[in-house]
């Protein structure tokens, strides 16, 4: 079960299993146990910030003061705003949770595998070109979260031939024009892609974007729309699509 909450301008998905592991990737630019409550989440086994922008971590700090967390993972990369420094703060006091880098690894949580794509070098491009790239495979069943990739990093995916085809995308950079190429499209074929957007100057998301998931999936869905995005995946590779809060 993968969830794309809502939380405006922003990322968090929920992965739960059918043993009950729970993964959070990104937390929004706010505080977000009341997002959390409504899905039962009494644990999360691993979270993972996929770069230090504040809309993907600003909630990071609260969920670890609400939840057991097992493993945090991010890139390495640092930042220099107040939301980054209290994050790491705070990573420092819990030393219950295990730091995991984000290098080429699989990761199993229940019944699914997390493949951590292989990053860029550190410091040879911007935050967003690290974004931290998850393939999420259950049984035939596979889905592709990567932040707020651009297109020099999902062009080094592609060439580095880690990009599957696959059932559900998260479109990256919250369906930015440059955050998505042709041949990264080609290769994954989604049925079904995700936008975590909401009110937001930025344009966000662009048309050229949405043509281009519209020509390549079977349904485009975003959070501002249609609040909460839940897609169930099951090990045939088919999926049922829940959005609203259903």
Request: proline share 5%; aromatic share 6%.
């Amino acid at each position: 079960q993968i969830t794309f909450l809502n939380v405006g301008q922003g990322d968090a998905v929920l992965i739960r299993t059918p043993e009950g592991s729970t993964a959070l990737i990104d937390a929004g630019p706010d505080e977000l146990p009341n997002g959390l409550s409504n899905f039962d989440v009494e644990q999360i086994d691993l979270l993972v910030a996929s770069h230090p922008h504040a809309d993907h971590i600003g909630g990071m700090v609260s969920v670890m003061n609400t939840y057991p967390v097992g493993f945090y993972m991010d890139n390495g990369d640092t930042h220099t705003t107040a939301t980054y420094r209290e994050l790491i703060q705070t990573l420092q006091q819990r030393t219950e949770i295990t730091y995991l880098v984000a290098e080429s690894r699989t990761i199993q949580l229940g019944g699914a595998e997390i493949q951590v794509l292989p990053l860029l070098p550190a410091g040879s491009t911007d935050l967003n070109n690290r974004s931290v790239g998850l393939v999420v495979r259950y049984g035939s069943f596979v889905a592709f979260l990567s932040g707020d990739s651009e297109i020099e990093e999902l062009t080094h995916w592609v060439e580095q031939q880690v990009v599957p085809d696959v059932t559900l995308l998260k479109a990256p950079h919250h369906g930015s024009s440059n955050g998505f190429t042709p041949e990264f499209l080609e290769r994954t074929q989604p049925e079904v892609v995700v936008i975590s957007v909401g009110v937001n100057t930025y344009g966000h998301p662009h048309s050229e974007a949405v043509q281009a998931y519209k020509t390549v999936s079977d349904t485009l869905l975003t959070t501002r729309e249609h609040g909460p995005v839940t897609i169930l995946g099951y090990l045939n590779g088919q999926y049922e699509i829940r959005s609203g809060g259903e």
